[in-house]
């Protein structure tokens, strides 16, 4: 039996915790820990993985759930869905390709792609929290 009222703020979670991983990941890389990097990096995606599977297990059983709120804030909250949406469907095969220059240790190009990767898979993952708050 799932527990399918838990899942939104399971996703929640995982959002924030890929962000961290994200950071902290960024963070070593600057300081040359390429091993910590890599296990970073590598917990974000599967974190992430978990986070997709989850959301689609939500969605399928409970469907769309409406934002109740007004005004300023319903404004606030569609900029960010239709943002968090769009940039969510972009990385990943921006995530895919990263990871794949990294693990054939093509690091020139997978630096060059993870400029762009990084900072808007951090922008998925901290609106999908985001999102959560305002939504529940
Ligand atoms: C999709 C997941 C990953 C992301 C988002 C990511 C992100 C980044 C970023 C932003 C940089 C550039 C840092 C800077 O400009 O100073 C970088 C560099 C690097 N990453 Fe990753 N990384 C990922 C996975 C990996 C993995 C799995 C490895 C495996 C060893 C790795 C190894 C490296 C190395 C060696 C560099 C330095 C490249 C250079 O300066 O020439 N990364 N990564």
Known sequence: ???YASLPALNACLNAASALLLVIGYGFIRKQ?????RIC????FAVSVLFII???TYHAHVGSVRFQGQGLIRTAYFSILI???LLAALI???V???LYLALRSRFMEHRRWARWTFPLW???SITGVAIYELLY
């Open 1 to 3: 039996m799932i527990p």
């Open 54 to 56: 989850s959301y689609l």
């Open 92 to 94: 990943v095969p921006l």
């Open 83 to 85: 943002s968090h949406s």
């Open 96 to 98: 895919l390709r990263t």
């Open 33 to 37: 820990k390429i091993t910590a990097h």
């Open 122 to 124: 951090l922008y998925v």
């Open 41 to 44: 990096m590598g917990s974000a």
